[in-house]
């Protein structure tokens, strides 16, 4: 059974950081990629950053030089360091796996997720 467990979301003050885990296991994951999604109230899901098995990685614009993704694959695990959070950054955290690299971030790529840590940005 395919499982991804996100954590390490909470409560932090504008321009705090935040480190979000992803434990996964089930599957081969030396052989996913793995991505960070977020999710806003009343907003469409969208792609922060994904990693290759050999550990390339593409971040979204909005979060270049803020967050960097990273995986261990002796651990089976993935990780999202977040910087300088802002306000409008609040949202469900997800992470997902996918066989192979896409031509975007796209969310319906994805074939198995998590169910999600919250971020929330507030002073």
């Known amino acids: 059974q395919v499982l991804l467990v996100e954590s390490g979301g909470g409560l932090v003050q504008p321009g705090g950081s935040l480190r979000l885990s992803c434990a996964a296991s089930g599957f081969t994951f030396q052989n996913f990629v793995i991505g960070w999604f977020r999710q806003a109230p009343g907003k469409e899901r969208e792609g922060v950053a994904r990693?290759?098995?050999?550990?390339?990685?593409d971040h979204a614009g909005f979060v270049q030089g803020r967050f960097t993704i990273s995986r261990d694959n002796a651990k089976n695990m993935v990780y999202l360091q977040m910087n300088s959070l802002k306000p409008e950054e609040t949202a469900l955290f997800y992470c997902a796996a996918v066989r192979a690299w896409k031509p975007s971030l796209r969310p319906t790529d994805y074939d198995f997720w998590g169910q999600g840590t919250q971020v929330t940005v507030s002073s």
């Open positions: 990693i290759s098995p050999s550990g390339g990685t």
